[in-house]
């Protein structure tokens, strides 16, 4: 028998519900909250109403999309966080909600973990173990991932997510936000030598990430060469060479780790994923033999079609797992912070 | 008719099941807190459904009675977000109960000639108020207790859950604490069935929060 899985994801500025059938995923409706744009940034408060409007019309449509009755769901996941509490708390509460009338299984759902595995959406298969970069506007993580259930990071970031780097510059170069697929896009026609930003290195720890630096690296240039007149910057080279320092970096870091520990699959999933630079950085080493996945671009930004993925894959690996199975998942809570141990 | 009530006060948080003379209701303030939840009561209803689900079986319910505010923005979107939750799972209608119309059922009667100006707690010093003439609401907003001793007249009634009122007191007011009257499942399901005979059934999707005070953020 198959199992329909109904997901929801709300735990930042995308409102979103999914139906799957096994592995493959019959819809996914994504609303995204555009009125953040005016603040420069995402404003909690604000964020959370946008959620609770809309949800009832999302998930709906979700259900009509899949053609398939809600009496059909036999599983319901929720992203559980990490996440704005506020905003997670809607779309959490909604599922458990769901869950309890329909008396069906509920799986609280890892945000950051559903992303890694995002990558292989629609398979239901994945071979084991690989090398995960989670990177987006508010995570940057390596992970070494050796089953559905275990997994074991390899580094984190001490400052600023990557993505957020590059929302940063670009509030700096006077680009509207979210910047970061407006600095892809001038990069692809700049020139990356123009200027030398810094990549970090961290003393005793080669897998961790710092972009705070070449954040302040970028303001001095500015301050530097273009003190009054910013009219006439040349973006396109500002961008390209911030680009290829932020992702030299990640793919540097990520390929040592692949090395180091003699594997060959290389995933990489998260917003910035879908950065053009990255991603053609990380396909040069296809030729040394590394695999390497990427999300498809959909599901490369918060998505509840990924929650829906893991927690089938979760559900399916841990049928009998009497540890799993004696918590009541309806009593959880939702977090805000990275939980994990390194 | 039989009814679920999901209320997400901060103080009197419950769920309840009303069906004639079967009534159970699952307090919030049952559950002691597990240290790994930080003490929001809004985030313990799941509690309270889980432990009524196993008491009474919500399957066939008729609708789904839900506070929608003024008060805590969070706490009110969890409770309503339940509700929703479940009107989709069992193709339910929604009752929205206003704050302000709850804690004024709490009174054992209402005299029509008589102005009464209902406060919640908001972020103090401020109080969300409402007030009522001829049972209806002429006013309603976010105020300090100084702005409302200013602007309300000397002859009206102020009504709330107060856990001290001396500070009132100073403000000349007449008051009526609800806190020891009319419980709040009883007026609440009180309102809730005379809704629902009426016919007064909201669709989920359209029953949002009642926020009263606009969020203040300045733009940059």
New interface residues.
């Given amino acids: 028998m198959s199992t329909i899985t109904f997901a929801i994801e709300s735990s930042c500025d995308e409102t979103s519900a999914a139906v799957l059938r096994n592995g493959a995923v019959i819809s996914n409706i994504v609303s995204s909250q555009y009125f953040h744009k005016?603040?420069?940034g995402i404003?909690p408060?604000?964020a959370?109403?946008a959620?609770?409007?809309v949800?009832?019309?999302i998930?709906?449509r979700a259900f009509k999309d899949a053609g398939i009755d809600?009496d059909e769901v036999s599983l319901m996941a929720a992203s559980q966080g990490p996440g704005l509490?506020?905003s997670l708390?809607?779309?959490?509460?909604?599922?458990?909600?769901?869950?309890?009338?329909?008396?069906i299984p509920f799986m609280g759902i890892d945000h950051i973990e559903s992303h890694l595995f995002s990558c292989f959406i629609g398979q239901e298969e994945i071979n084991f173990p690989f090398i995960a970069l989670v990177v987006s506007g508010g995570h940057t993580i390596l992970f070494l991932v050796e089953s559905y259930l275990s997994y074991k990071i390899l580094g984190n970031t001490h400052d600023d997510a990557a993505g957020e780097a590059f929302d940063k510059v670009a509030k700096m170069l006077g680009l509207e936000y979210p910047g970061g697929p407006l600095i892809d896009k001038l990069a692809s026609t700049g020139n990356p030598q123009f200027h030398k930003f810094p990549k970090s290195i961290i003393k005793g720890s080669p897998y961790d990430f710092s972009f705070s630096g070449i954040k302040t690296s970028v303001l001095y240039f500015l301050k530097n060469n273009y003190p009054v007149d910013k009219t006439n910057l040349p973006l396109n080279d500002i961008a390209a060479s911030f680009q290829s320092a932020v992702t030299g970096s990640l793919i540097d870091k990520t390929i040592r780790a692949a090395k180091d520990h003699n594997i060959k699959t290389i995933a990489v999933s998260g917003g910035v994923s879908a950065n053009s630079g990255l991603r053609n950085g990380f396909l040069k080493y296809e030729k040394e033999g590394y695999s390497i996945y990427f999300p498809e671009k959909i599901y490369s930004t918060d998505n509840a079609a990924m929650i829906g993925y893991n927690a089938y894959l979760k559900f399916k690996a841990s049928v009998g797992n009497a540890a799993i199975n004696n918590v009541?998942p309806?009593?959880s809570?939702a977090y805000a912070r990275f939980k994990y141990q390194q | 008719m039989k009814l679920l009530l999901i209320n997400s006060t901060d103080k009197n948080a419950f769920t309840a099941i009303v069906h004639g003379s079967e009534q159970a209701v699952v307090y919030a303030s049952e559950f002691k807190e597990p240290e790994?939840?930080p003490g929001k009561t809004p985030?313990k209803?799941?509690?309270c459904?889980?432990k009524l689900?196993s008491e009474s079986d919500?399957?066939d319910i008729d609708a789904i009675a839900v506070t929608v505010g003024p008060g805590s923005?969070?706490g009110i979107?969890?409770g309503?977000?339940?509700?929703?939750?479940?009107?989709?799972?069992?193709d339910k209608k929604i009752i929205p109960v206003n704050n302000f119309e709850l804690t004024l059922g709490r009174l054992n009667e209402i005299q029509p000639d008589n102005t009464y100006c209902v406060l919640l707690e908001a972020k103090l010093p401020e109080y969300y108020y409402a007030v009522y003439e001829n049972e209806k609401i002429i006013k309603k907003g976010s105020e300090t207790l100084e702005i409302l001793a200013k602007t309300l007249g000397n002859d009206t009634i102020v009504v709330g859950d107060f856990d001290d009122e001396t500070q009132l007191k100073h403000c000349y007011f007449s008051v009526l604490n609800v806190k020891l009257r009319v419980s709040e499942f009883d007026a609440m399901s009180k309102i809730a069935q005379k809704e629902f005979i009426s016919d007064n059934l909201t669709d989920?999707?359209d029953v949002?929060?009642l926020?009263l005070k606009d969020?203040n953020?300045r733009?940059?």
Wanted: charged fraction near 20%; charge should be positive; glycine fraction near 8%.
């Fill in positions: 005016e603040y420069g404003v408060e604000l959370s109403r959620h609770i409007q949800i009832d019309e998930v709906t809600k509490i506020g708390l809607v779309g959490y509460n909604y599922a458990k909600g769901f869950a309890l009338s329909r008396d009541n309806l009593l809570s | 790994s939840i985030d209803l799941i509690h459904l889980d689900t919500i399957k923005f969070t979107r969890v309503l977000a339940l509700a929703k939750g479940i009107a989709f799972g069992l989920a999707k949002q929060p926020y969020f953020f733009k940059p």
